[in-house]
């Protein structure tokens, strides 16, 4: 992937004059990653200027610049305002966020984000250093508890079988190896075997790492410490993560409620800048892969809040 050796950034270009950068502006980059997305946005600050990056996975930490304009939160992007302020900042000209799993996290067999790799184990964490396994969750949970994750967070139709399945198995000796999902998914494929065990993986991954509640977290955060006029960017990689920023963007709140003032006027804390969301033009859509599914949400924090 030429200089994206761990992780080509999706919609580069576009995610990064979304933000609108101010050279004296500071930013938040919630999922450095690679750093491609932190690395332009610091090509456009001037030397007055800041960024602050989160990455929960220490392997990021071999990507960090030698800039003294950056600083890295070892930290889920769930905590977002808490370390914001630890950081001595009160308020951010923009955030962005984008909530794809890196090409490096997939393609390192011993994560087990993939099920390419039959012998490793069930492992899934974002952060190797706390929380659950995807192994501890298939062992651990009841029947409804794996129906309702297959079902909400994959969108595996015969949720319900696969969950039973999945726990008769553990009857038998308790998962440990990603060949151990293996074994009970394959008979249960419907339709495209692919496009199957990648929902079954997506949910488990997205369990594991509290995906949903910490996306959710963030989107409140952001609306506390973006600036009035301040910029929101969010990449999206499936319907879930989607369809919570765009409820956020549009009411203020998770649960996409709208809200009236004293006088019933619709009170709108951001202004949509994406009347719909920005997809990979053909392009890019060729050249990578996992920019496929991709979505981009921007929107601005009103003045008058």
Same mark, same amino acid.
């Given at each position: 992937?030429?200089?994206?050796?761990?992780?080509?950034?999706?919609?580069?270009?576009?995610?990064?004059?979304?933000?609108?950068?101010?050279?004296?502006?500071?930013?938040?980059?919630?999922?450095?990653? *690679?750093? #491609?997305?932190?690395?332009?946005? +610091?090509?456009?600050?001037?030397?007055?200027?800041?960024?602050?990056?989160?990455?929960? @996975?220490?392997?990021?930490?071999?990507?960090?610049?030698?800039?003294?304009?950056?600083?890295?939160?070892?930290?889920?992007?769930?905590? %977002?305002?808490?370390?914001?302020?630890?950081?001595?900042?009160?308020?951010?000209?923009?955030? +962005?966020?984008?909530? #794809?799993?890196?090409?490096?996290?997939?393609?390192?067999?011993?994560?087990?984000?993939?099920?390419?790799?039959?012998?490793?184990? +069930?492992?899934?964490?974002?952060?190797?250093?706390? *929380?659950?396994? =995807?192994?501890?969750?298939?062992?651990?949970?009841?029947? =409804?508890?794996?129906?309702?994750?297959?079902?909400?967070?994959?969108?595996?139709?015969?949720?319900?079988?696969?969950?039973?399945?999945?726990?008769?198995?553990? =009857?038998?000796?308790?998962?440990?190896?990603?060949? @151990?999902?293996?074994?009970?998914? /394959?008979?249960?494929?419907?339709?495209?075997?692919?496009?199957?065990?990648?929902?079954?993986? /997506?949910?488990?991954?997205?369990?594991?790492? /509290?995906?949903?509640?910490?996306?959710?977290?963030l989107l409140t955060g952001s609306l506390e410490i973006l600036?009035?006029?301040?910029? %929101?960017?969010?990449?999206?990689?499936?319907?879930?993560?989607?369809?919570?920023?765009?409820?956020?963007?549009?009411?203020?709140?998770?649960?996409?409620?709208?809200?009236?003032?004293?006088?019933?006027?619709?009170?709108?804390?951001?202004?949509?800048?994406?009347?719909?969301?920005?997809?990979?033009?053909?392009?890019?859509?060729?050249?990578?892969?996992?920019?496929?599914?991709?979505?981009?949400?921007?929107?601005?924090?009103?003045?008058? +809040?």
């Open positions: 992937m030429g200089e994206y050796s761990y992780h080509e950034p999706v919609l580069l270009d576009e995610s990064i004059q979304a933000l609108q950068i101010r050279e004296d502006g500071i930013y938040v980059d919630a999922t450095y990653g *690679g750093g #491609g997305h932190s690395q332009r946005i +610091l090509d456009e600050l001037g030397p007055k200027g800041r960024l602050i990056a989160f990455d929960q @996975d220490e392997a990021a930490r071999v990507n960090l610049p030698e800039d003294d304009r950056i600083t890295f939160i070892p930290h889920n992007f769930r905590h %977002l305002v808490r370390f914001v302020r630890f950081s001595g900042v009160r308020e951010v000209d923009g955030i +962005l966020a984008d909530l #794809g799993v890196s090409s490096h996290q997939f393609d390192e067999p011993e994560r087990g984000f993939s099920y390419r790799h039959p012998q490793v184990e +069930l492992d899934m964490r974002m952060n190797k250093q706390s *929380g659950q396994t =995807a192994a501890d969750v298939l062992n651990q949970l009841d029947p =409804a508890a794996l129906q309702d994750i297959l079902g909400s967070y994959g969108e595996v139709r015969n949720a319900r079988t696969l969950a039973q399945a999945m726990v008769s198995f553990r =009857a038998q000796r308790p998962f440990r190896k990603v060949g @151990d999902l293996l074994e009970v998914v /394959q008979p249960l494929i419907r339709g495209d075997r692919h496009r199957y065990l990648a929902q079954v993986f /997506q949910a488990l991954r997205i369990a594991v790492n /509290q995906e949903m509640e910490s996306l959710g977290e600036k009035p006029g301040g910029i %929101l960017v969010v990449l999206t990689y499936h319907s879930l993560e989607d369809r919570l920023v765009k409820r956020f963007m549009r009411s203020g709140n998770l649960d996409g409620e709208v809200k009236k003032d004293f006088y019933g006027h619709i009170e709108r804390p951001f202004e949509l800048l994406t009347k719909s969301p920005l997809i990979p033009g053909k392009e890019e859509w060729l050249r990578n892969t996992r920019s496929h599914s991709a979505k981009m949400r921007v929107a601005r924090k009103t003045e008058t +809040l």
